[in-house]
């Protein structure tokens, strides 16, 4: 009797186990999605277009640093001291130029990257979001993330995403384009002391 009263404990504890749903996962690698999809590579070739020509003028800038250092090793010990002073502040002031340029440039750059990597994870994160309902996924990883070691091969959804993302790309607004419209905003921005305010008391003429 008490076997029977076992067995019927041990099934109506097992048995909500029994009815749940099981859990079902997929994982996204979005490095491959920012690197592989059109709108990825669009968006890195965009960057390398706006900033070959700045990173041009900067190595152009550090080779005449460089030069600049040899001729004071070379020829410092022949120069008058006045000569030598006014080289050697020439120089800092070179090195503290270039700098203050890398630092801004680098600034741009992260900003532009955030900018155009926000405009591949957004589409993307609603194709997930699509992908995970069709297949009635529990949860979604994304792969370099996660802390998983091993998943299946099958639950690897990063081609699909980037096979569906590459069919919107048409319709999402181009990397160039957001470049250009950002630099174009910073151009037509007004410089602050410039320009009359309006009159706190104006107001717009009326109608004949």
């Known amino acids: 009797m008490r076997s029977v009263a076992c067995v019927l404990a041990l099934a109506a504890i097992c048995a909500p186990l029994a009815a749940a749903e099981p859990i079902t996962i997929g994982y996204v690698d979005m490095q491959r999605v920012i690197e592989e999809s ?41 120069m008058s001291q006045a000569e030598l002073d006014k080289r050697k502040a020439e120089f800092q002031e070179r090195v503290s130029q270039i700098q203050r340029k890398a630092a801004m ?37 994304e792969r370099t993330q996660s802390g998983l070691l091993y998943v299946e091969a099958d639950k690897n959804l990063t081609d699909e995403v980037i096979k569906r993302l590459d069919a919107k790309t048409p319709k999402l607004a181009s990397p160039a384009k957001e470049l250009k419209d950002t630099k174009d905003a910073k151009d037509t921005k007004p410089a602050k002391g410039k320009g009359s305010a309006p009159a706190k008391d104006a107001k717009p003429a009326k109608g004949n």
Do not use: H, M, V
């Not at 070739?45 to 900033?51: D, F, G, H, I, T």
């Not at 800038?61 to 040899?70: M, P």
């Open 105 to 141: 440039a680098q600034q741009e750059l992260s900003q532009d990257q955030a900018k155009l990597g926000g405009g591949i994870i957004k589409p993307a994160q609603e194709i997930i979001t699509e992908l995970g309902k069709e297949k009635n996924l529990t949860a979604i990883f």
């Open 38 to 78: 059109k709108l990825g590579k669009q968006a890195f070739a965009a960057l390398q277009e706006k900033y070959a020509e700045p990173q041009a003028a900067l190595e152009k800038e550090e080779k005449g640093i460089l030069q600049l250092q040899q001729s004071l090793t070379r020829d410092g010990a022949l």
